[in-house]
């Protein structure tokens, strides 16, 4: 099992999710997040943001569905046909256990 983990624009979160749900992966978590990246803020006239809005995307996969799912955000996250900074990041860690609470069962 894996984590993936994606902090995407705000503006993104419905089309990534619709065509997440679209193939089948329903299971997500969500949350708002607020940071910079590599662009290190944004400056805009004599005002300079440096925690920009994101919102955070949180899903448990099998393995064998890392490139599908990685793919999918990928192509949904991104805005223009090139891409633009600030877009996103994705990140996937390995998960060693997961249980579902109510019934106790172990795995997905």
Same mark, same amino acid.
């Given at each position: 099992m894996l984590l993936l983990r994606a902090i995407i624009r705000p503006e993104k979160v419905k089309e990534v999710l619709?065509?997440?749900?679209?193939?089948?992966?329903?299971? =997500?978590?969500?949350m708002e997040v607020y940071g910079r990246g590599k662009?290190?803020?944004i400056q805009i006239g004599d =005002?300079?943001?440096?925690? $920009?809005?994101?919102?955070?995307?949180?899903m448990v996969i099998e393995d064998g569905v890392k490139e599908i799912v990685k793919d999918i955000i990928m192509e949904h996250a991104r805005t223009g046909e090139n891409g633009n900074s600030g877009d996103g990041? $994705?990140? $996937?860690?390995? =998960?060693?256990e997961a249980y579902t609470i109510s019934t106790e069962d172990e795995g997905l």
């Open positions: 619709d065509a997440l749900l679209q193939e089948g992966y329903s299971s =997500v978590t969500k662009q290190k803020g =005002v300079f943001y440096d925690e $920009i809005p994101k919102e955070m995307i949180f990041r $994705i990140f $996937i860690s390995p =998960v060693d």
